[in-house]
């Protein structure tokens, strides 16, 4: 389903090129979930914005589920992402003139989905927030804009879940509502998860964790769990 071959991604800084991955190659199979861990400054959060096609990268490749991101012109790959890859970030990205419930229906409107108001209220219900669908962003607590944001990434079915930090905001208890929603959610839909977390809680629900030091995979094992 995701496949990284020889990723490398070089950005100038003062003058001279600092290389943030260095020649990373990875492949991850359909439906299973995978913890991207490292200390800060590794490029877990660069990668993922690679495989999500955010940015380009200096050199690699990227291919998802049989087609090579990397050299799809942008308008294509905006088409592409929206069908194909769900994407959580840390800071929630909701849109603050929007309800929760017009928050979560945008993928699906962009789609041309019909029952994008409806899908999107059933999707608010799954994540505890059948009650707040009419609600703004500024008047939900951060876990609620969390779970806004998870449903959100869901709503067009994608194969690809791709998640930043996704309890790096969020207080303990918080953070563990939204682990046991994205592992049920992901259970359900079956869809490829791809996390990038500090949290080792998180991260010991992976079937696999890779770690990164100095923009290099230091290692790639199965969980203990």
């Known amino acids: 389903m995701i496949s990284v071959k020889n990723l490398t991604m070089r950005l100038a800084a003062g003058g001279q090129a600092v290389t943030i991955l260095d020649d990373?190659?990875?492949?991850?199979?359909?439906k299973q979930m995978v913890a991207i861990v490292g200390p800060s400054g590794s490029g877990k959060s660069t990668l993922l914005?690679?495989?999500a096609g955010l940015d380009k990268?200096?050199?690699?490749?990227?291919i998802l589920d049989g087609v090579d991101i990397t050299g799809l012109p942008e308008r294509e790959m905006t088409r592409y992402r929206r069908q194909k890859i769900g994407y959580i970030f840390q800071s929630f990205h909701l849109i603050p003139t929007l309800t929760a419930q017009e928050n979560v229906a945008v993928p699906l409107e962009l789609n041309g989905d019909p029952g994008a108001r409806?899908?999107?209220e059933e999707l608010l219900a799954a994540v505890g927030l059948r009650d707040r669908s009419g609600h703004y962003p500024v008047q939900l607590s951060g876990g609620e804009q969390q779970r806004v944001a998870v449903a959100r990434a869901f709503a067009c079915r994608?194969?690809?879940?791709?998640a930043d930090e996704?309890?790096?905001?969020l207080d303990s208890a918080t953070g563990r509502q939204v682990i046991d929603l994205l592992l049920g959610l992901n259970r359900d839909h079956g869809s490829s998860l791809v996390l990038v977390t500090h949290d080792a809680a998180l991260a010991s629900h992976a079937e696999r964790i890779v770690s990164l030091r100095d923009g290099r995979i230091e290692s790639d094992k199965p969980s203990r769990r």
């Open 24 to 30: 990373v190659s990875l492949d991850i199979p359909t």
């Open 158 to 162: 994608p194969p690809i879940l791709l």
């Open 166 to 169: 996704p309890t790096g905001n």
């Open 118 to 120: 409806g899908r999107a």
């Open 49 to 51: 914005g690679l495989i």
């Open 57 to 62: 990268p200096t050199s690699g490749s990227i």
